[in-house]
Every structure is written in C-alpha cells, then in structure tokens.
C-alpha cells in the first residue's frame, strides 16, 4: 500500500527548533520530487521547500531561507525538513508531498500527500 507520513511535528518555543520527517513506504522516495507545504487556519496552503528527486537541487521559500533545510535519507526511504530558529508565524500544519517530475512550487502539481503533522511555535 502506498503511504506518505509526516512525523515530527509539536509545540516548540520561539528560536526552537524542530525536525519533520516524511516516510514513503510502498514506492521509493528517491524517484520523485518531494515538497514541503503548510497551512495556517484561514490561509492557503503554501510551498515551503522541495527536493528533486536525486537530491542535487533544493529550493525555499524566502520566509524559510536559512532557516530551514531539506534533504534526503535514501537508505531509509525519508526525506527530512530541520526547521531552527523557529517563529510563531511558523506555526501551521505541515505536510509532505510527492511528484514525478520537477520541483513544483504549487500544490496542485503533487500526486501524493501526507496526512500532516502539526507545528505550533508558541511561548
């Protein structure tokens, strides 16, 4: 069965950090492009980061640029999001997706999604 689950995510302190995790099981991550997105109640879901299926190009949104870092774990078929220095305005569901194909900064371009994992930056 093919399944994308995102784990990792909590209630952190501002300037914390965090590091999510995206597990593929049933198909190999490496083959596809695997995007980061979040959603916060009232807003649309928005890119936060991608990885191209080899892992030789990165991208960011501007609001996470140094902050956050992607990558990818082939041996254990995950792609990981370490998120430091962490704001309020981080907080937001996160979820993991896959494409075939390149880097899409845009939702609609993903096949699979995961289920979503919880980020709350809060004093």
């Known amino acids: 069965q093919l399944q994308l689950v995102e784990s990792g995510g909590g209630l952190v302190q501002p300037g914390g950090s965090l590091r999510l995790s995206c597990a593929a099981s049933?198909?190999?991550?490496?083959?596809?492009?695997t995007g980061w997105f979040r959603q916060a109640p009232g807003k649309e879901r928005e890119g936060v980061s991608c990885?191209?299926?080899?892992?030789?190009?990165?991208n960011y949104a501007d609001s996470v640029k140094g902050r956050f870092t992607i990558s990818r774990d082939n041996a254990k078929n995950t792609v990981y999001l370490q998120m430091n220095s962490l704001n309020p305005e981080d907080t937001a569901v996160y979820y993991c997706?896959?494409?075939?194909?390149?880097?899409?900064?845009?939702?609609?371009?993903?096949?699979?999604w995961g289920q979503g994992t919880q980020v709350t930056v809060s004093s």
């Open positions: 990885i191209n299926s080899s892992g030789s190009n990165t």
């Open positions: 997706a896959t494409l075939f194909g390149r880097c899409s900064g845009y939702a609609d371009s993903y096949h699979y």
């Open positions: 049933g198909f190999t991550l490496n083959a596809y492009a």
